[in-house]
Structures are given as structure tokens and as C-alpha cells.
């Protein structure tokens, strides 16, 4: 069995603050992905990052950045500079490749004010 | 390309109604994924497919909830009798399958989603 647990269920800063979004994960798998997905107000589900097991880099674009610590089977998600439109509900994921199933977390809802 | 296509957006039905949710996966995608998505239980997978053939409904939740993809451009999910408790968020996502492990998980694309209230 796989699970993702996301601790954070609600997050609030203000705006320019940087702000980490945690994630832990379980598997006896050796061969998995870790993703991130925002879900905005508006409700649909956007891909922000795929991660293999294999590759423990971590990982930056513009104001995101990813640092996956196989150690700790944690996989923590960092907005720097955070903005008014950075509010959504962020999810962590893990995929089974044997079984072909993707386990979400529970969301952290991240509020970022004016 | 369209993206993944759902409707409706939006059903309000009543309890015992049937209900039949639409799905387009994005065209030469090879696997289908219906989820829910509830305050209570966050994002559930019930049902995947690959090339139109049920691969695992481990995640449906009772009989009531069924599901068909007589085709590769079309699914459905469809409750029979609805109850207030079905009421969610439902998402279709489609990927393709890629032959080696490297790649062996493509990204799932998912849909806008249909919000269904039952009453």
C-alpha cells in the first residue's frame, strides 16, 4: 500500500513571504514519481512537477522549487516570493509503477494575502 | 490539441435519479482515469482503463457507480441510484504509455471536472 500525507491543510502568508508546502510519503516500492499538482479556485487540476526515484536533485523554476529527500521519503514543494495568485490548493502525489495508480495527498490550501 | 473534454460542468440532480457523467480523453491517449474529489476524502482514483478495457475499479465505491469506455474517444461514469452523498467533484484524466521504464509514467491530463449535487 502507498500513501502521501500532506500535514498542511491550510497555509496563510502574506504576500512576498516565501512559504514551504510539505509532503511524506510511503512505498515499498524502489520504483516510483513523485508529483505536485495546483488546483486553483477555479478548480481544475494543473501539473506543476514529476520527480523519479532515481533522481534525488532537486529542482527550481522561476519562484518553485523542489527539494526530495528519499532519506526521509519527503518531497517538499517551495514558493519563493509568494503572490496573490499563488493561492490554490496544492496537491502531492505518488505513482505506483506496477500497479499504474496515483495516490494524492490531502491538499494544503495555500492562502496568500495582499 | 483540446485538452481533456467532461460534461457536464455542472449537475444538480435529485436522490435516486440516474446520473451519466462524459468523458473525451485527449485523442491517442492509451489510459483513462476517473476520480473523485470530496471534502472528506480528498482526490479518490475508482476506475482506470487501458485501450477501452477496465484495468482496475478497486476504487469504486459500491454498485451504484459504474463505468464504460465503448471506445477510445469516449467514457462514461454513470450512478444508478444517485444519493446525496455522490455529491463531488468528478475528474477524467487520460495519459499515454510509453514502452520503456524511463518514461514508463506519463503525465495524466485531467479535465475541468464535473461538479454533481445531488439532493
Known amino acids: 500500500a502507498q500513501k502521501v500525507t500532506q500535514a498542511q491543510t491550510e497555509i496563510s502568508v502574506v504576500e512576498k513571504e516565501d512559504v514551504t508546502l510539505d509532503c511524506v510519503y510511503e512505498?515499498?516500492?524502489?520504483?516510483?514519481?513523485l508529483f505536485w499538482y495546483k488546483q486553483p479556485p477555479s478548480g481544475e487540476l494543473v501539473f506543476l512537477i514529476r520527480?523519479?526515484?532515481?533522481?534525488?536533485q532537486n529542482e527550481i523554476s522561476g519562484r518553485y522549487s523542489w527539494n526530495f529527500q528519499k532519506s526521509t521519503s519527503s518531497f517538499n514543494f517551495t514558493i519563493t516570493a509568494s503572490q496573490v495568485v499563488d493561492s490554490a490548493v496544492y496537491f502531492c502525489a505518488l505513482f505506483n509503477n506496477a500497479g499504474n495508480m496515483l495516490t494524492f495527498g490531502g491538499g494544503t490550501r495555500l492562502m496568500v494575502k495582499p | 490539441d483540446a485538452g481533456v473534454i467532461q460534461s457536464p460542468r455542472h449537475e444538480v440532480t435529485e436522490m435516486g435519479q440516474e446520473v451519466t457523467l462524459r468523458c473525451k480523453p485527449i485523442?491517442?491517449?492509451?489510459?483513462l482515469f476517473w476520480y473523485r474529489q470530496t471534502m472528506m476524502r480528498g482526490l479518490e482514483l475508482l476506475i482506470y482503463f487501458n485501450n477501452n478495457v477496465p484495468i482496475d475499479d478497486s476504487g469504486m465505491p459500491e454498485d451504484r457507480f459504474s463505468a464504460k469506455m465503448p471506445n477510445a474517444s469516449f467514457s462514461t461514469l454513470k450512478i444508478q441510484p444517485s444519493e446525496p452523498r455522490d455529491s463531488a467533484v468528478y475528474f477524467c484524466a487520460s495519459s499515454l504509455a510509453s514502452p520503456t521504464w524511463e518514461h514508463s509514467y506519463n503525465e495524466q491530463f485531467f479535465g475541468p471536472g464535473t461538479r454533481l449535487t445531488v439532493l
Open positions: 512505498t515499498r516500492d524502489t520504483t516510483y514519481y
Open positions: 520527480r523519479n526515484s532515481f533522481d534525488e
Open positions: 485523442s491517442g491517449h492509451d489510459y
